[in-house]
């Protein structure tokens, strides 16, 4: 079986993600921002729309999904958590499930920290990971519910993932994300020559997501909150992971 992933832009800087089977045309949406741009892949590539995928309950990753429902029939889950203000769905998951898809099993993660409930899927036999707004390039959603210790939480277990695992993360901040990591990080040759190609990336109007966890780990100061440089030009030396963890989110709010 040959799979292929389509990153879609939608709304002014989200992502939503379909991975289908090349073979029958079966599909697997991730987040619904904006129905059109989704429709009009699915319809352009001739996809059966199998399965929808909901990371979390934010307006701006489930409100095409009616729209998207009007035209396809297909299996709709999101988080056990989220029940109550998400949309109505056909299945509700929590960490530890695992979802099917053509054959393929997508392991469920608790992601928490941008929101309470936020999860995300990976899919291991095919290195793909639906992260949503928690792991995003060179950055991680803002912590909106969750606290910083549950964010680096959540984002310890999605490094321990193979480096080859592709991040398809829920936006397009990656410039803006870079620009703030070089405030705290200017000295990492990887996040500097990372920064550039994000840059020239940008003003050709590319995708700069997904990326791979072996490129975030070496450049996305969340992280990296052990880095001794990070540290140092922090002044945070002495202090746990956690708690660097958590001044590098409260500059990004700043920044
Ligand atoms: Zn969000
Ligand atoms: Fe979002």
Redesign the pocket.
């Known amino acids: 079986m040959s799979f292929e992933l389509i990153t879609i832009p939608c709304l002014s800087d ?1 992502y939503a993600f379909i991975l289908f089977n090349n073979e029958n045309r079966s599909a697997l949406l991730v987040d619904a ?1 904006e129905a059109e741009p989704i429709n009009k892949v699915i319809n352009q590539k001739n996809l059966n729309l199998e399965k929808i995928f909901i990371t ?1 309950h ?1 307006s ?2 489930v409100d095409g999904l009616a729209k998207i429902l009007e035209n396809h029939k297909a299996i709709t889950i999101g988080a056990k958590a989220d029940i109550h203000r998400l949309p109505r769905l056909d299945q509700y998951v929590e960490a530890g499930d695992k979802i099917s898809f053509e054959n393929q099993t997508g392991d469920i993660f608790d992601v928490s920290g ?1 929101t309470v409930g936020h999860i995300a899927l990976y899919f291991s036999s095919q290195n793909f990971l639906f992260s ?2 928690s792991l995003m390039a060179l950055g991680c ?1 803002r912590l909106f519910e969750g606290t910083a210790e549950q964010m680096w939480h959540s984002l310890s277990q999605l490094m321990d993932l193979p480096d080859a695992t592709l991040i398809c993360s ?2 397009e901040y990656t410039a803006n994300n870079a620009s703030f990591a070089l405030t705290i990080n200017p000295e990492n040759p990887d996040l500097i020559k990372r920064s550039e190609e994000v840059k020239l990336a940008r003003t050709k109007n590319l995708f700069t997501v997904p990326s791979t966890l072996e490129l975030e780990k070496k450049t996305n100061p969340f992280l990296r909150p052990f880095d001794k440089n990070i540290r140092k030009n922090l002044n945070m030396i002495g202090s746990t992971d956690e708690e660097v963890f958590s001044k590098i989110r409260s500059l990004k709010d700043k920044f």
């Open positions: 989200n921002p979390h934010h701006d990753h941008h949503g707004d959603g829920g936006h």
